[in-house]
Structures are given as C-alpha cells and as structure tokens.
Nanobody
Framework: QVQLAESGGGSVQSGGSLRLTCGAT?????????MGWFRQLPGNEREGVAA???????????SVMGRFTISQEYSQDNARRTLYLEMTSLKVEDTAMYYC??????????????????WGQGTQVTVSS
C-alpha cells in the first residue's frame, strides 16, 4: 500500500501563503492513479481540495481555484512521488487539518473521502485575520 508522509503547514495571517509537501513511497508505475489534498474541520467530513493525475492533469475545488496550485514530481527511479500544494491568498475559512491522499481510478477534486485508499497523517493550517 502507498505510504504518505506530509510536511509543511503552520500558522499565517490572512492573505499569506503556505506550502504543503507530501512524499509517497511504495508506488508502482501505474499506481496510485490519483493523488490529492483533502481538508477537514472538527465535526465535518473531509472534503477534496485539489487532485492531480499521474500525468499531471490537475483538478480544484471551486473554493480554492486560482489561489491553490497542486503539482508533483517523481524521483529519477520513479520510486517516489512528491506532491505539493502551494496555497496563496489564504483566507480564514481555509483553516483546517489538511491530509494528503492517494487513490486508484478517476481523478477529481470532488471524490468522496471513502474512495481514498491511503492517507497521510495530516498537517494543520491556521489562517488568522
């Protein structure tokens, strides 16, 4: 199973920027089909923020379109895939726990969290006014 390890996150003022990083290991040339970021507030379900396919096609939730950028890179031996989420013009409502995710099949920012097969440990993003 794909293993995910996140870094980044933290606290920033409204309008600021943060970058999240997620390293994926135990990958194969065909898997995972899609990787992305979800976020969750206490008491709420995890919601998709952005997703990217193996060949780089990106998908975004409407609430982050134009402010967040998802990207990825592969190691030379293709044994590691690193996912990034560049977050700019952050708003207070972006405050949440952010999770790196990987899953097979269709790539979309709106898939339900139950479709995800691998999760990172989560990293907190806090935006203050």
């Amino acid at each position: 199973q794909v293993q995910l390890a996140e870094s980044g996150g933290g606290s920033v003022q409204s309008g600021g920027s943060l970058r999240l990083t997620c390293g994926a290991t135990r990958i194969t040339p065909g898997s995972p089909g899609c990787m992305g970021w979800f976020r969750q507030l206490p008491g709420n379900e995890r919601e998709g923020v952005a997703a990217i396919g193996r060949h780089g096609t990106a998908h975004y939730a409407g609430s982050v379109m134009g402010r967040f950028t998802i990207s990825q890179e592969y190691s030379q031996d293709n044994a590691r895939r690193t996912l990034y989420l560049e977050m700019t013009s952050l708003k207070v409502e972006d405050t949440a726990m952010y999770y790196c995710a990987a899953w097979p099949g269709a790539c979309s920012s709106t898939i339900p969290s139950r479709m995800v097969t691998s999760w990172g440990q989560g990293t907190q993003v806090t935006v203050s006014s």
